[in-house]
């Protein structure tokens, strides 16, 4: 399993860094995990083709986390002329979001004949589905989206990637971290309770509990982008748009 950052950054681009954006290459395909708003500019910057992706897995329905789907599947129909199939899965009400998301930038583009299939499925927290031979579960975590905003553990029988989404400290994380060779989590700002979202101050003491092999900090603003080095030194990695490691 191979990852890169198409982007770590926050909604409003701290840093400049693109919206959250995972290239998941595994044993069974090529996935996103999350695909915000600038996803597909960050795509081509870093020459990724997303005609090879076979799947998208979404954490929750905000815009820096799924806003690029509407520029990806018109690009995808007008431009890159895809023809594979294309299967989308994220949370219950995802399949209506996305569809309105098309209408408003594209009316009437879901009327199109499309060149390729392209599915959307819901998976609902707490019960594991299968996608493109992955194992995924989700959990339900604290992080207001008009829709369950949730946590992600995905493996393709060999590794497991998890990855937190947008969140509050709950210790539903706990069980996403465990055993996994690779754990994202997010970590918003540098001090204080924040709503919605984790800060240093308070996910530092939490680190101990999160037993996966790696355990990476992602979805930064200025606060927390001013002190990674601080992070660094207690041994977790720091997300950077373009990095690639291995899982």
Known sequence: MRLTIVGSGDAFGSGGRFNTCFWLDTAKATLLVDCGASSLVALKALGLDHRNVDGIILSHLHGDHFGALPFLLLDAQHLTRRERPLIIAGPPGSRARIEAAIENFFPRALSNRWRFPFEIVEIEPGRPVEILGHAVATAEVVHQSGA????????????????????????AL???????????VECYGYAGALKGHLSWELLKPKLPSLRAGRIMLTHMNSSMLAKVEEARAAGVLVAE?????EI
Do not use: K, N, Q
Not at 174 to 184: E, Q, R, T, Y
Not at 241 to 245: A, E, K, Y
């Open 148 to 171: 369950p905003s949730t946590a992600l553990r995905i493996s393709d029988g060999e590794r497991l990637f998890a990855y937190s989404g947008d969140t509050e400290w709950t210790d």
């Open 174 to 184: 706990i069980g996403v971290a465990d055993g996994a060779d690779l754990f994202i």
């Open 241 to 245: 748009d373009g990095m690639t490691v």
